[in-house]
């Protein structure tokens, strides 16, 4: 009889200190580690698809907590609400921000605190709220908003370099170029050929008349002029074509000429 006693005793004293052990360590996880962490909010208005409890936060790769809650924003349905427990040794601070971001290919995602200058003052809760760290888009999220722009302006861009660069057009600045070389030519032989034979004394410059001899200083100084214009014309032609192609330009007349409505 006493031994049974006994027996039942060592029972309930193993079971009472088996439940004991159980509520401490609830207590310990629960409440024991708390001071060494600290809580923060984010806000996100992207899809946080691939996030889940539990999931990493990062700050420059390295792990400074975990994500303890994911859910909508009770006062904007518009936002996802994150809830993290960082430790309490990390500084965040005002001028930081958290971004979604992935492991390679794997779909699975974590976040990322970037920012914070040596400078910058830390983050602090105000009226014992849990402080709020800002959010930034996440790299998909601004491709995908580049995405429609970059097409639209690369249409644009093959559209005009499609004008430009057809049979007809190419053509037409093959041929311009060609003329206005060889008129270039012609006109600087033209212009060697009076001055050597002016050089060799072809021309009796003592028996010409005063107006003669100004009549070929103004041929020869417009010759030179329209040779000078003609060279530029053609590097213009060649650095710019497409400007060539979509101007009009009204050619200089020439020595003696006159306009055709004249």
Do not use: C
Not at 23 to 46: I, P, R
Request: hydrophobic letters at 40%; aromatic letters at 8%.
């Amino acid at each position: 009889m006493e031994s049974r006693i006994n027996y039942i005793i060592v029972g309930i004293f193993v079971l009472l200190f088996g439940i004991g052990l159980a509520v401490f360590a609830f207590w310990l996880e629960k409440y024991g580690t708390y001071e060494d962490f600290k809580y923060y909010k984010t806000f996100m208005k992207e899809s946080v698809s691939g996030l889940s409890r539990e999931a990493s936060v990062k700050y420059r790769g390295v792990d400074v907590g975990i994500v303890e809650n994911i859910r909508i924003n009770p006062e904007n349905s518009e936002e996802v609400e994150l809830l993290f427990r960082i430790k309490k040794e990390t500084p965040i601070k005002k001028d930081m921000v958290v971004i979604l971001k992935f492991y390679g290919l794997t779909g699975l995602a974590y976040m990322e605190i970037e920012g914070g200058g040596r400078d910058a003052a830390l983050l602090k809760s105000q009226d014992d709220e849990i402080p709020v760290i800002k959010s930034a888009p996440s790299l998909y999220t601004r491709l995908n908003e580049l995405i429609p722009d970059i097409a639209l302006k690369l249409s644009t861009v093959l559209g005009r370099a499609n004008i430009l660069l057809n049979e007809e057009n190419l053509e037409n600045t093959s041929k311009l170029i060609t003329n206005i070389a060889d008129t270039s030519d012609e006109v600087r032989q033209l212009a060697n050929v009076i001055k050597k034979s002016l050089h060799r004394g072809d021309y009796n410059i003592n028996k010409m008349s005063s107006a003669t001899i100004e009549q070929v200083n103004e041929l020869l100084h417009e010759m030179k002029t329209l040779i000078i214009d003609l060279e530029e014309t053609v590097l213009s032609i060649q650095q710019n074509s497409k400007g060539l192609l979509l101007k009009r330009t009204i050619p200089k007349l020439g020595p003696g000429e006159i306009k055709d409505n004249e």
